[in-house]
């Protein structure tokens, strides 16, 4: 990718190199900078079949990924709590259990 970021910094209108690092960031899920990638491409003014529906398809994906991040760390969160509310409970019960037990020999 650095060879690609080199071409372009070299020649900003090489459209293979544009399109090359767009496809990188993509296959490495780094989606925001794919985005980014394509979307300088397009502000060159050059007309690419497709292109401008391979973002929107990509805008949606990185939104549906953020929704999924979003839900799953409020699952993570709401096993944490469940977890922390289990431990408590148990530390409850075992303190009321030596109580019990320190009443129970203080009255032998």
Do not use: C, P, W
């Amino acid at each position: 990718m650095q060879v690609l970021q080199e071409s372009i910094n070299l020649n900003k209108e090489n459209i293979y190199a544009h399109l090359a690092l767009g496809d990188a960031l993509e296959r490495q899920k780094e989606i925001e900078k794919a985005i980014m990638a394509y979307k300088d491409l397009m502000g060159l003014g050059v007309k690419i079949h497709g292109l401008k529906e391979k973002i929107n398809y990509l805008e949606n994906v990185l939104g549906n990924m953020k929704v999924s991040n979003y839900s799953l760390s409020r699952k993570k969160k709401k096993r944490r709590r469940m977890l922390f509310q289990l431990l408590n409970h148990k530390f409850r019960r075992k303190t009321l259990l030596r109580k019990i037990q320190v009443q129970r020999s203080k009255a032998l």
